[in-house]
């Protein structure tokens, strides 16, 4: 058996080999502070039984999310399948027969820089998008925005942001299903929110983790949703220059998307905890998320964060620094690592499929959000 990760998101460390068995450690972030990500081909004789042993599992950024989680595999790199995968306290081991000779394995359904370009190529080639860099990350990637619709001073500014911790890769697998349906002119949908809002979207605010293979941080080691108050030029260029923009444009709603290791639900956390909180900001969260719960099965509005005590509110964060400093109506939104428990499906967990169908909904979901913002419910 031959193992690598050496390709854009790959992350593995080979200990050993015998045979059909491997022990692997999961390389950590620039930092040293997290890792849990994995991501990397395995080649051999297909029909052989092999265990592949991630025994650093224990000491990952979260062992709670081990338990009842399964690793995805691909033979094609559009498929992709769980595959029996266990913890025992100690080791994370996946075992697999395989059926073809190459086989890739990763923690979700990588979405490499790579497909990144296509996904930014895409929407450009349509006529019908703005592009902006904003900036440059530490290793020099392109801070890349997409502008939809016209700028217009009655028009509310919706900034839509995903991938802060670049392992959570369904962010970007969710911001596909969101743009495909924004770009869709044979949709009425977009087209009434369009006449109301300008969309600025930034799919990917950590290339550089991306492309590195990280969980949580930038190249420089920076937990990019933790340095909001005070971005640094040169430690979190990416947050520095997408607030900098967000000062030009000012918002209204903000959706920032993400992935969670622990919870196997679809959620929504808040901004509870800001020292100015308006009821009115809480009341259009919630019309939001009453009104993706009518559209979209695998949200649920039961199982989540607890909110943050008055006055707690940590202000690194974007969604209560946006809702505080902006008076906007912030939203993080949270996916699962894991099967989703609201909606389970055993062959694949939760998926890219499903995830784009999400951020297909969410779009329908602000339509309420943006009629009560403007006085026309």
């Not at 460390?13 to 997290?34: C, H």
């Amino acid at each position: 058996m031959w193992i690598s990760s050496a390709f854009d998101s790959g992350n593995i460390l080979v200990d050993r080999i015998d045979g059909e068995t491997a022990d692997l450690r999961i390389r950590a972030d620039a930092g040293d502070k997290f890792f849990q990500w994995f991501h990397f081909t395995a080649a051999g004789t297909p029909g052989r039984t092999r265990t592949l042993r991630l025994t650093n599992a224990d000491q990952a950024s979260f062992p709670r999310g081990w338990d009842g989680y399964q690793a995805v595999a691909s033979y094609d790199l559009q498929t992709w399948f769980r595959v029996p995968t266990e913890f025992d306290g100690g080791t994370l081991a996946i075992t697999h027969i395989p059926e073809a000779p190459l086989v890739t394995y990763a923690y979700f359904a990588p979405y490499p820089m790579s497909r990144h370009r296509e996904l930014i190529a895409r929407c450009t080639a349509t006529g019908r998008v703005g592009y902006e860099v904003l900036g440059e990350t530490v290793d020099g990637q392109p801070m890349e925005m997409l502008q939809i619709g016209t700028w217009d001073a009655q028009k509310l500014p919706v900034w839509v942001i995903g991938r802060q911790h670049p392992g959570e890769s369904m962010a970007e697998w969710w911001m596909e299903g969101f743009l495909e349906r924004l770009l869709d002119t044979d949709d009425p949908s977009p087209a009434y929110l369009l006449e109301r809002c300008v969309f600025y979207v930034v799919p990917n605010m950590n290339p550089d983790g991306t492309r590195r293979g990280h969980l949580r941080t930038n190249a420089a080691g920076v937990n990019l949703n933790r340095v909001w108050q005070e971005p640094d030029r040169e430690t979190s260029p990416e947050v520095y220059h997408v607030r900098r923009r967000m000062y030009q444009t000012s918002c209204s709603v903000l959706l920032d998307v993400h992935g969670e290791e622990v919870l196997p639900h679809n959620f929504i956390a808040g901004f509870e905890g800001i020292p100015n909180l308006r009821s009115e900001q809480i009341q259009m969260v919630e019309l939001f998320k009453q009104r993706l719960l009518e559209l979209n099965p695998d949200f649920q509005t039961s199982q989540g964060y607890p909110p943050a005590k008055p006055g707690h509110a940590n202000l690194g964060i974007a969604t209560p620094f946006m809702a505080e400093s902006f008076g906007a109506v912030a939203m993080t939104l949270e996916m699962p690592f894991k099967d989703s428990l609201d909606s389970p499906h055993p062959a694949e967990g939760w998926s890219p499929a499903r995830s784009r169908m999400l951020g297909r909904s969410c779009l329908n979901a602000l339509r309420p959000v943006v009629d009560r913002m403007r006085g026309e419910d």
